[in-house]
C-alpha cells in the first residue's frame, strides 16, 4: 500500500530536523529508530536512503560523512 501524502512530509520533516540540529550525525538506522520512537512510524532503512535521495535530487545538501558513520547538511 503507498504511503500517505501526511506520512512522506512528516519523514522528510524528521530527517531535515535531524540534520539540521547538527548535533549528531544520524544514520539510516538511527533515523528509523527516532521516527518509530517520536512518531510511531515504521519503515525500513531503505526507505529512509530513498528519502534521502529524493531531497538531495531536489537540492538539499546532505552528504554521508564515513567517518562518523551518518549523515550531515554540507557545509
Given amino acids: 500500500?503507498?504511503?500517505?501524502?501526511?506520512?512522506?512530509t512528516t519523514r522528510?520533516?524528521?530527517?531535515?530536523?535531524?540534520?539540521?540540529?547538527?548535533q549528531d550525525y544520524p544514520?539510516?538506522?538511527d533515523i528509523v529508530r527516532g521516527l518509530s520512537e517520536e512518531n510511531t512510524e515504521e519503515v525500513t532503512t531503505r526507505?529512509?536512503?530513498?528519502?534521502?535521495e529524493k531531497m538531495r535530487d531536489r537540492g538539499a545538501p546532505i552528504v554521508y560523512e564515513k567517518h562518523r558513520h551518518g549523515y550531515s547538511t554540507a557545509t
Fill in 1 to 8: 500500500m503507498p504511503m500517505s501524502y501526511r506520512a512522506i
Fill in 12 to 22: 522528510i520533516a524528521y530527517i531535515d530536523g535531524r540534520l539540521r540540529n547538527r
Fill in 27 to 29: 544514520s539510516a538506522v
Fill in 47 to 52: 526507505t529512509i536512503q530513498q528519502d534521502i
